[in-house]
């Protein structure tokens, strides 16, 4: 028994790293897994069944129940296959957690327009395309009179909150989704459907490229970089016990859980007439001197 007793889950990009570690608490919690991989190579080339199979060993070797997928989240058909590939072995659907990425990192000015829309595309669209299909699954359910206690777990970054030097396409992805996932709930609110984002720092395939030296392993002692101490807020924000709990971003490493403080509105000036050009500098300033000076972007110059 555990929190996520009988639940059905979807994990996306589960064959490795964050996912993989997600997957494998919901079973220890009790949870039904589908185990989606693509099985790519870290810039998004290639598939393969290995990951996703490997991991649907793991679960059931330690007497769990998964099944694995190898759907493209980011095909609208391959996602529409997701769901139906939970519906069809354990008959329902309780959680989507979207995690499926990779990095295509590149200043701005040597980014290509291939590399962009890549970057875009799986995790952006690959957040959206699973999770427009459960939920047209979970808004039938409720207007059939079946009862609805749904999640939708989402991953962000700090990059998409706060941006990041060499990461433009990936922050901009992270950031769209961290605000997709405001309008899922208030959107699904009405359906029995939840939506929250995470916002991990952990080691994975992708942080030991981008940030090595930060994301080593410590000789003893707590990891705090393991990817596995993300995983428990993630599997309670897909269990019953995180019902009320919905349309908020969670920075989550090591230890640490905290709720993300997004854009607000700030200082005002307000005149009733239209603006000169001329006056807006001296607005602008004063704004800016009352506001709160901006969390720094990831990697820019102290």
């Known amino acids: 028994m555990g ?48 990951p996703a199979g490997q991991v649907v060993d793991e679960i059931r070797a330690a007497g769990g129940e998964a099944v694995a997928n190898g759907a493209d989240v980011a095909d609208w058909e391959g996602a529409q296959s997701l769901v139906r590939s939970a519906l069809d072995a354990f008959g329902r659907l309780d959680v989507l957690v979207n995690n499926a990425g990779f990095l295509r990192d590149r200043m701005l000015v040597s980014a290509s327009e291939e590399e962009w829309d890549a970057v875009i595309r799986v995790h952006l669209k690959g ?7 459960a ?18 777990v989402n991953t962000s970054s700090g990059a998409g909150l706060l941006g990041s030097v060499g990461q433009g396409a990936y922050s901009a992805a992270k950031a769209g989704i961290a605000a997709l996932t405001l309008v899922e709930a208030v959107e699904m609110g009405r359906y029995g459907v939840t939506a929250n984002a995470i916002a991990p720092a952990a080691r994975t395939r992708m942080t030991e490229v981008a ?13 705090a970089k393991a ?45 009733d007439e239209r603006w000169d050009p001329a006056e ?23």
């Not at 589960?14 to 185990?35: D, I, N, S």
């Not at 030296?213 to 003893?220: I, L």
């Open 227 to 271: 990817p596995g101490n993300v995983s428990p807020l993630v599997v309670w924000l897909g269990s019953a016990d995180s019902a009320g709990v919905t349309g908020r971003v969670f920075e989550v490493e090591g230890g640490l859980i905290s709720v993300a403080d997004g854009w607000q509105h700030g200082p005002r000036v307000e005149r």
């Open 127 to 133: 957040h959206f395309a699973p999770t427009r299909h």
């Open 135 to 152: 939920c047209a699954y979970w808004r039938e359910q409720c207007k059939a009179g079946e009862p609805v206690d749904a999640r939708i």
């Open 280 to 302: 807006v500098g001296d607005a602008v300033r004063a704004l800016i001197a009352d506001a709160p000076a901006p969390a720094p972007v990831y990697g820019a110059p102290e």
């Open 211 to 223: 940030f090595a030296e930060s994301m080593a392993a410590p000789a003893e002692g707590f990891d």
């Open 3 to 50: 929190i996520c007793d009988g639940r059905v889950v979807i994990v996306t990009g589960a064959g490795r790293g964050l996912g993989r570690e997600h997957a494998r608490e919901f079973a220890r919690q009790g949870a039904k897994v589908v185990v989606n991989d693509l099985g790519a190579e870290l810039d998004g080339t290639g598939s393969s069944d290995g």
